[in-house]
């Protein structure tokens, strides 16, 4: 006989009933080992997806285009952005850790407008996404395979990563998508290492500088370094993962740094390409960029630099394909979740989430649908470059959005335990994080209407 803890009235419980408590506890709350860098090592996995996911190719056709006109001058601010999105990740990782909450149900204590913008945002979002992460995907595929348009190669690659989401759990995809990060470090660190850095004017870029006509691609670099809407998947890829208690802090915080740091590492290695190869060099600012750099690896060291390089450009787009198929469906079916719950009802924790959203549910399948199917009509426009332009405007309308929630939550005395509210430092990185993203925002703005 047990007692409610509420009401003190006893109730019966059968044996069978407290072994499958017993069960989902143990499993739910799983105490972390962190008896060594190896035992941590093997338990890390969210932060390399989120990072992967977050740098596509745009990322670095930025920062070659960067390269390529101001050779090694913006380094700096490649390694702000860095730690800009190191500061984010863990501070999506902390809320989720530490509340025991999705980052949805923080949002809606902070009212319903933010459930409903997210909701119109995240539909919008996914349509122009989704033709546009299939178009760069299939740019590669068709670059080394020609035969087959980028349209329908494009289509191969929705479909790919729809099948492979639809029957696949977090722990496949993580697998999936360790095996094409390694693809891309060996490929686009191994195209710097063939290029030869310049590590003298490499140190030098460490100093801030602000080179005529620069201060666009400053606030791109900044800014760009791993993702916009995919950063909130993160706490959703923490809590597949297992991990649940504030115990798992220490193994969240290097598993973000550990993701950040390798995508950091993709984004200078492409600084130097193109500060070494193509300098002086007008570049396309678009995906078709980095095919321009395929031909000319294959014009300065044969098409065995070419291919290669075309293989890791793949890679960077699919997985940031997989990573939204599978993290922004997650983040769709917890809004849906969230946004049916009754206005007084209390907010929901983890294992509440647990049982009526994540992987497979119902909404989670149906979104899933809705990046893949609907935006292939877009592809039949022929304009995929464009639409990563559209893209890039919508993504910067939710980081000044996530920014300025996550300074409020993380800093509030109801939601968030004292010792793990944030200090000076993650406040001080979420607020120069948010008057970045303002001030992004603002300018894609501005130069979409002129």
């Keep these: ?6 009401t003190g009235a006893p109730f019966l419980v059968s044996p069978r009933t407290i072994t499958l408590i017993t069960m989902s506890a143990d499993a739910t709350y799983e105490e972390p080992d962190t008896t060594g860098w190896r035992a941590r090592f093997t338990q890390l996995g969210p932060g390399v997806m989120a990072a992967a996911t ?45 509340s025991n909450r999705t980052l949805l149900s923080g949002w809606r204590t902070l009212g319903r407008w933010t459930t409903g913008y997210f909701g119109v945002y995240v539909v919008i979002w996914g349509f122009v996404y989704g033709a546009t992460a299939m178009s760069a995907s299939a740019l590669p595929l068709n670059a080394m395979f020609p035969a087959l348009p980028v349209r329908y190669w494009a289509m191969l690659c929705g479909l790919a990563g729809l099948a492979l989401v639809w029957f696949g759990r977090y722990g496949l995809l993580e697998k999936v998508m360790t095996v094409l990060v390694g693809v891309m470090f060996v490929t686009v660190v191994a195209t710097a290492v063939l290029v030869g850095p ?16 620069s201060i666009v691609y400053v606030l791109g670099l ?32 290097t598993d ?31 995906d078709e960029g980095l095919l321009y750099l395929a031909d000319t690896l294959a014009a300065d060291y044969g098409q065995w630099a070419r291919i290669p390089f075309l293989v890791g450009f793949f890679a ?36 509440d989430y647990a049982h009526k959203a994540g992987e497979h549910s119902t909404p989670f399948r149906v979104y899933l649908l809705w990046l893949t ?14 639409l990563t332009i559209a893209y890039g405007v919508l993504g910067a309308l939710f980081m000044p959005f996530l920014a300025g929630t996550l300074l409020f939550l993380l800093n509030s005395r109801t939601l968030m335990p004292a010792q793990q509210r944030s200090r000076w430092l993650s ?24």
């Design 316 to 351: 960077v787009t699919f997985t940031s394909l997989i990573g939204v198929w599978n993290g922004v469906s997650l983040l769709f079916a917890d809004w849906w979740r969230t946004w049916r719950l009754p206005r007084e009802a209390p907010p929901e924790t983890a294992d």
């Design 1 to 6: 006989m047990w007692v409610c803890a509420e």
């Design 54 to 98: 977050g740098v596509g190719a745009g990322d670095l056709v930025a920062t070659m285009v960067a390269g390529s006109r101001y050779g090694y001058a913006l380094f700096w601010a490649v390694l702000v952005g860095t730690v800009f999105k190191l500061g984010l990740g863990e501070a999506v990782g902390r809320w989720h850790l530490s």
């Design 373 to 386: 199917i609907p935006p292939m009509a877009l592809l039949f426009l022929d304009k995929p470059f464009q």
């Design 222 to 253: 900044m800014g760009g370094v791993g993702g916009t809407i995919t950063m909130a998947a993160y706490g959703y890829w923490t809590f597949a993962k297992g991990w649940r208690t504030p115990k798992w802090l220490p193994i969240m915080r």
């Design 256 to 286: 973000n740094a550990a993701g950040y740091i390798t995508t950091g590492i993709f984004v200078v290695a492409m600084l130097v390409v193109g500060s070494e190869l193509l300098l002086g060099r007008r570049i396309v600012e678009g």
């Design 427 to 450: 406040n001080t990185v979420l607020t120069l994080c948010l008057v970045l993203f303002v001030v992004l925002a603002v300018q894609k703005l501005v130069s979409l209407l002129l």
């Design 198 to 213: 310049n590590f003298t004017a490499l140190g030098g870029g460490l100093v801030p500088s602000l080179p005529t006509g």
